[in-house]
């Protein structure tokens, strides 16, 4: 047997020769797609304008309609845009030095009555009405030392709020009042509120109705508008024959082009995501409808699974387009094809909005599955088989469509000229 | 040297835009294509620099099948049609050292050449401003300099001075001449006689598809029996040309 040192020799030197003739692969073959991505990304950031559409647009996009959101659905379910504030009657000098001493943890504002102005108002009914809107009212009764809150049952939202309040708030008040008098209040309610909610986790749930459909849409639509400049346009300008006549293979021009979109669009993406995750950290948020606090609450390999989708699905996004583009000649009706995708996508949208958990089989189908696995993760149901349907749902079809554009040089030759 | 032999080009199965066309043009020649809009002198260009490919027929460069050469072909033509926009919110400088690395010229040659052809072409005062602040000489210029950045044998310009002005157009031409003075080989289309004839070694008048008369100028004049190249030349038109 030979000494251990030479066995390793050997795979060392075998590991250069590998290593270095990849290199030389690398350098060969890969030059014209390193040039083009090189000029590609110089070109988005040397020019402020382009740079801001790519980067800063998006996640300006992102920031608004996660923003606007929760007042919609507040507005949808209280007829109010803002957050009702939340009515405590006979609140006891406890109560009120609680939250003093916690001010700042939560952002409920709050209306205090004494005992008689909440039986006056309880008596003219307008605590009914207010309550069948929305109104969250919090009664201390001193006599059975029992706080009740007061929702209304049939509407999930209003019942999700106070169960926040109740988790976030009272919960926590009543503890502090254990651990200083060593008495308890006893906590019953109106309706029978029995299950707790983490408010994080329900922002998540919530989340996840809406941002990964958005998130998605987004990188099309970045997608779109770059794969519109970096080859209808420059094929317009006559710009993309002069590339044509270099001496780097007509499929490398192509995929230098797609590849610096899909970084582009990834870079983007997650710039997107930096910015909800400071804003998640400034806007702590005790709605049950805010979007705002997902970001915390996703874990290390939620957000590998997601950020190794984002790269993918831009990819799979890009071919769509650029089969598109290659299939038409006018750049008008180029640019009304590549809109096309933008309505199934919305239309995913609306549906991921109004649908529970994702199917197995969803997975599988390409875009709608890379939404519904970063669903899966908001909700917390994210398991490593769904990444697997998901990359095979992305990279198959995006292989499929790059043959299609590009394994016939004649598409990317005579086609387009057949129909000029 | 590029050899076109018997090339046929149809765009739909019942029109045929090139009927059969053969020319050979040898080293330091300027090869001129003549003829009316629609005659195919652009589709026969794309076809020699591989742009599109003839439904039949041969076109070799240097001995080359452009059909089976593409890459190498690259290396050994400079296309420049006047149809080209370069990308706007560049500079020639900055898109000189783009062609520069896709044709991988080692660095310190791709300077030299920069400095020599920008000085040449007057490039230098404008060479660091966007392509959209550039009046249409200057953007001309800048294509016709990324053209020839890899310095090839053979040069393919689809009507270089089309659209300059009497300054920019004379610029064009000299460098031309000296280009062929160089040993390169050109081949050009124009509309402009008084350019045909000045630059041209040699003509080929082309219509409907068809190189219908072939030499220089003044062959073509004696030819057509006419004092001029321009009756010259629409004389052969006329009697070659077939309304459809």
């Given amino acids: ?420 | 040297m590029i050899s076109v032999k018997n090339v046929h080009k149809s765009y739909t199965r019942n029109t045929e835009t090139i009927k059969g066309v053969s020319f050979e043009v040898p080293d330091g020649v300027i090869f001129g294509l003549l003829g009316p809009n629609g005659a195919g002198k652009t589709t026969l260009m794309q076809m020699m620099s591989t742009l599109l490919r003839p439904t039949s027929g041969v076109i070799t460069i240097d001995g080359l099948n452009a059909r089976d050469n593409l890459l190498e072909i690259h290396r050994r033509i400079g296309y420049l049609t006047t149809e080209v926009r370069l990308d706007p919110m560049s500079t020639p400088d900055k898109l000189w050292d783009f062609f520069a690395e896709l044709y991988d010229i080692p660095l310190k040659e791709s300077i030299s050449r920069k400095e020599a052809i920008f000085y040449k072409l007057g490039i230098t005062p404008f060479r660091n401003k966007k392509i959209i602040e550039l009046s249409t000489g200057m953007k001309q210029k800048a294509s016709i300099a990324i053209s020839l950045i890899h310095n090839p044998p053979v040069i393919i310009f689809d009507e270089p001075t089309n659209g300059l002005d009497i300054l920019t157009s004379k610029q064009v031409t000299d460098y031309l001449l000296e280009l062929k003075n160089e040993g390169h080989s050109i081949i050009l289309s124009t509309h402009i006689f008084s350019v045909a004839e000045s630059l041209c070694d040699e003509i080929a008048i082309l219509v409907d598809g068809r190189i219908v008369a072939q030499g220089s100028a003044e062959a073509l004049s004696q030819q057509a029996g006419t004092d001029t190249f321009e009756e010259a030349f629409f004389k052969i038109y006329v009697e070659n040309h077939v309304e459809e």
């Fill in chain 1, 1 to 420: 047997m030979a000494p251990r040192s030479s066995f390793v020799l050997a795979y060392y030197a075998k590991a250069r020769v590998l290593l270095s003739s990849a290199l030389i692969i690398y350098n060969n073959k890969m030059h014209g797609i390193r040039t083009i991505i090189k000029w590609e990304i110089s070109r988005v950031f040397s020019n402020w304008q382009r740079a801001a559409a790519v980067f800063i647009i998006p996640a300006a996009v992102m920031m608004a309609a996660l923003n606007i959101f929760p007042y919609l659905i507040n507005y949808m379910s209280t007829g109010s845009v803002t957050q009702k504030p939340i009515i405590v009657a006979n609140a006891p000098d406890s109560f009120l030095d609680y939250l003093d001493e916690t001010k700042g943890s939560t952002i409920y504002t709050y209306v205090f009555m004494s005992e008689d102005e909440f039986i006056t108002y309880w008596k003219s009914g307008d605590a009914v009405k207010g309550i069948e809107n929305g109104d969250i009212t919090v009664l201390f009764y001193k006599d059975d030392s029992t706080i009740y809150i007061g929702c209304n049952g049939n509407s999930a939202l209003s019942m999700e709020r106070a169960d926040s309040f109740r988790s976030v708030v009272l919960d926590p008040y009543c503890d502090d009042l254990a651990d200083d008098s060593g008495s308890m209040l006893e906590i019953n309610t109106f309706n029978p509120i029995t299950k707790i909610l983490d408010y994080r986790t329900d922002a998540n749930y919530q989340a996840s109705r809406v941002i990964p459909a958005m998130l998605v849409l987004l990188i099309y639509y970045c997608v779109y508008s770059m794969m519109s400049d970096m080859f209808a346009s420059e094929r317009d300008r006559g710009f993309y024959d002069k590339l044509l006549m270099t001496p780097v293979s007509p499929k490398h021009i192509v995929l230098g082009k797609i590849i610096s979109c899909t970084i582009l669009v990834s870079g983007a993406t997650y710039m997107t995501f930096l910015f909800l995750f400071i804003s998640s950290w400034l806007n702590r948020s005790n709605s049950s409808t805010s979007l705002i606090p997902f970001g915390l609450m996703l874990l290390p390999g939620q957000l590998l699974a997601v950020a190794i989708v984002i790269p993918v699905t831009a990819f799979l996004c890009a071919t769509i387009c650029l089969n598109i583009i290659f299939s038409i000649r006018r750049m008008k009706d180029v640019i009304m094809n590549l809109q096309m995708p933008l309505i199934y996508l919305m239309a995913d949208l609306f549906f991921q909005m109004f649908s529970g958990d994702s199917g197995i089989l969803e997975f599988l189908i390409p875009i709608h599955g890379s939404i519904a696995l970063i669903k899966a993760v908001f909700r917390s149901n994210f398991v490593s088989w769904q990444l697997v349907f998901v990359l095979i749902a992305s990279i198959l079809p995006s292989m499929l469509l790059l043959h299609r554009t590009y394994v016939k040089e004649g598409y990317i030759f005579d086609k387009r000229k057949k129909r000029s």
